[in-house]
């Protein structure tokens, strides 16, 4: 996976996969947090995703000449894409709900993309602006925020350090890890991210779980496909990408959540949610249509 091109079909599917999987998320998530504690459930599912990539590796013989030196770099974008951005965003919202912490992490693409600049040399042209901006506009519908939300300012403070993270962890990924094969770097991310999780457990919650079926399937589900395969595809765009681009395909996760639910659960399907996902949709096609131009 280090050498070889990625076929177009793949470069097409990879965000469509992806958004589909980081959005069901929050569905496992929703079955497992009233029974678990945050910080254990999430770390369990890291150690389980952790566990299954390295069993992975060994079978496979995976080659990890690829990572040279900079393994401890992906332990860092491990960190802060998953421990940090996943363990802040779970506690958030045991103070916010949800819907504000999606759109409080809708910030996300916008400061990857104002980011990029300064740090990656990325450049974007006024309508690839114009499209984060309708990418903020239609979470903002999809999630019909609760105005007392932004009363709790523990929630607040924790959904923007968990946004900050994810910002950092995706333009430190693009700066220093591209080029790394996928199933080495995967596990190296995961079980930094495990770690920092159980540390945080360990300091700040006390630990309390009802490990129901439905529960034990949420963790497995989450930690197989969402962990494994959905982190590998985000990696996988990240390195055939920019990272503005590709972190605007967030944008659509707050949408196609309230989709599954629809679908899944039976849940309400409110005409600004309807709204919202169409006018996301339009930003992110308005920040894909074009690339960036690229300076040194």
């Known amino acids: 996976m280090t050498g070889a091109a990625p076929r177009p079909w793949m470069a097409s599917?990879?965000?469509?996969?992806?958004?589909?999987l980081w959005s069901s998320a929050f569905i496992g998530a929703r079955a497992g947090l009233p029974h678990v504690s945050p910080l254990l459930?999430?770390?369990?599912?890291?150690?389980l995703a952790t566990l299954l990539l390295a069993a992975i590796c060994l079978v496979w013989k995976q080659d990890w000449s690829g990572m040279g030196r900079r393994w401890p770099h992906f332990v860092v974008a491990g960190i802060?894409?998953?421990?940090?951005?996943?363990?802040?965003?779970?506690?958030?919202?045991?103070?916010?709900?949800?819907?504000?912490?999606?759109?409080?992490?809708?910030?996300h693409p916008l400061l990857t993309a104002l980011l990029s600049?300064?740090?990656?040399?990325?450049?974007?042209?006024?309508?690839?602006?114009?499209?984060?901006?309708?990418g903020v506009g239609g979470v903002a519908l999809v999630a019909g925020v609760r105005a007392g939300d932004f009363a709790q300012m523990e929630g607040m403070a924790l959904g923007a350090a968990a946004t900050a993270a994810l910002v950092l962890g995706t333009l430190y990924y693009s700066k220093h890890c591209k080029g790394a094969p996928l199933i080495a770097s995967n596990t190296v991310q995961l079980a930094g991210a495990a770690a920092v999780t159980l540390a945080l457990m360990a300091a700040?919650?006390?630990?309390?779980?009802e490990w129901t079926p439905e529960v034990l399937a949420a963790l497995?589900?989450?930690a197989v496909i969402v962990s494994v395969g959905g982190m590998a595809l985000f990696l996988f765009m990240l390195k055939t990408g920019t990272a503005g681009k590709v972190a605007a395909n967030f944008y659509l996760t707050p949408g196609v959540t309230a989709l599954i639910g629809?679908?899944?659960?039976?849940?309400?399907l409110p005409a600004a949610a309807i709204a919202g996902f169409a006018l996301a949709s339009a930003g992110v096609w308005l920040v894909n249509r074009s690339g960036p131009a690229k300076t040194a």
């Open 220 to 222: 497995v589900y989450l």
């Open 41 to 47: 459930f999430l770390g369990a599912r890291f150690v």
């Open 262 to 268: 629809w679908l899944v659960l039976g849940e309400g």
């Open 117 to 134: 600049g300064p740090v990656l040399g990325d450049r974007f042209r006024p309508s690839q602006w114009l499209g984060f901006a309708c």
């Open 13 to 20: 599917a990879a965000p469509v996969v992806f958004i589909v």
């Open 204 to 209: 700040f919650e006390t630990p309390h779980a």
């Open 80 to 107: 802060l894409i998953n421990g940090l951005y996943l363990s802040g965003a779970f506690v958030a919202m045991t103070h916010i709900t949800g819907a504000t912490m999606a759109l409080v992490g809708s910030l």
